[in-house]
């Protein structure tokens, strides 16, 4: 079973900068095609943040992190790296890791445990 450890996050002022990191692992053989950050607040839906497909390195930002965030993937390494300047307090929320792969028995889906990005006015 594939797992996401997620580190970084944290608490910033406004303008600050953060970087969270994500790792796959997990036994066997498998394949990563797709990773991802998702942001979510109380009582609303996961919004992607940033994403990056793992076949042609193609990168996706909401509309509200373009220019002010950097995702990068190690496709050997199976990690991928959210990098965000210049926050602000509408940034705030727990983000989560995904992954999307497949191994020999299965396509599979996957998400990390979340880590709290608050950002202070």
């Known amino acids: 079973q594939v797992q996401l450890r997620e580190s970084g996050g944290g608490s910033v002022r406004t303008g600050g900068s953060l970087r969270l990191s994500c790792a796959a692992s997990?036994?066997?053989?498998?394949?990563?095609?797709?990773m991802g950050w998702f942001r979510q607040t109380p009582g609303t839906r996961r919004e992607m943040v940033a994403e990056?497909?793992?076949?042609?390195?193609?990168?996706n930002y909401a509309d509200s992190m373009k220019g002010r965030a950097t995702i990068s993937r190690d496709n050997l390494k199976n990690t991928v790296t959210l990098e965000m300047n210049d926050l602000k307090p509408s940034d705030t929320g727990v983000y989560f890791c995904?992954?999307?792969?497949?191994?020999?028995?299965?396509?599979?889906?996957?998400w990390g445990q979340g880590t709290q990005v608050t950002v202070s006015a």
């Open positions: 990056v497909d793992g076949d042609d390195g193609n990168k």
């Open positions: 997990g036994e066997g053989v498998f394949r990563i095609n797709y």
């Open positions: 995904n992954a999307l792969g497949e191994n020999a028995e299965r396509a599979f889906t996957v």
